[in-house]
């Protein structure tokens, strides 16, 4: 069965500090890898996503992600963050393209510090 | 373009009456078509999915269903809701063919 591990629960950073949020996934094929913001109350936009092909994918709002086979990562980086970053952040791994039958993990809250 | 409907944006309901939220998605036909329950801190639970007109299948046993009447609805319902049923309710959609999974703005249910 495919899992998502979130570490940390909640991240705090400074505004214009840069960012990584880790994710870990565990799947037995070739994962599909997404990640996804949700702002409180709303529903969740996708960021970026990962099918194949280069390791580092560029998403929306500056973020950007870097596959790991040999550590069964999926990190999510930022080199300046702004105030609106504040929000939660989840990945999540599917077995095709269907990205709705993807497994999210339990999230990140981001909080930016002025 | 191609949007999601998602209401009641709220609802507050007392154990054991019926639910009945609903979906619609604009702009796109024979989308696959997504139910999701989030808990507080955590992260989203698949609880129906739909690929065509009256095709639901089930993710978890539970107090709640789902149907989809015409190509661009999806509705979930309950008989009679359980505290348990509180959470934030999501809808979601996709083209089989073309991700991303495209989401609505939720409903607040809190079952009281």
């Known amino acids: 069965a495919q899992s998502v591990t979130q570490p940390d629960i909640h991240i705090t950073v400074s505004e214009g500090a840069s960012l990584e949020l880790r994710c870990n996934y565990s799947?037995?094929?070739?994962?599909?890898l997404f990640w996804y913001v949700q702002s409180p109350g709303q529903g969740l936009q996708l960021l970026l996503k990962?099918?194949?092909?280069?390791?580092l994918v560029q998403g929306i709002k500056g973020f950007e992600a870097e596959f790991k086979r040999s550590q069964s990562s999926f990190n999510l980086r930022k080199p300046s963050v702004h105030w609106s970053d504040a929000a939660e952040y989840f990945c999540?791994?599917?077995?095709?393209?269907?990205?709705?039958?993807?497994?999210f993990g339990d999230g990140t809250t981001l909080t930016v510090k002025p | 373009s191609q949007t999601i409907h998602q209401w009641p944006a709220t609802l507050v309901q007392p154990v054991g009456s019926p639910l009945s939220l609903e979906c619609t998605v604009e702009?796109?036909?024979?989308?696959?078509l997504y139910w999701y329950r989030q808990a507080a801190g955590r992260g989203l639970q698949l609880l129906f999915y739909?690929?065509?007109?009256?095709?639901i299948s089930s993710e978890v046993p539970q107090n709640l269903s789902a149907s989809r009447p015409q190509d661009r609805q999806f509705i979930l319902s309950s008989k009679k809701l359980l505290l348990s049923d509180s959470g934030f309710y999501l809808c979601?959609?996709?083209?089989?063919?073309?991700?991303?999974?495209?989401f609505g703005n939720g409903t607040r249910l809190t079952v009281t």
């Open positions: 799947y037995g094929a070739t994962p599909y």
């Open positions: 739909s690929v065509g007109i009256g095709q």
């Open positions: 979601a959609w996709e083209t089989g063919s073309s991700p991303p999974l495209h």
């Open positions: 702009g796109t036909s024979n989308p696959n």
């Open positions: 999540a791994v599917g077995a095709s393209t269907n990205a709705g039958k993807s497994t």
């Open positions: 990962y099918f194949s092909g280069d390791t």
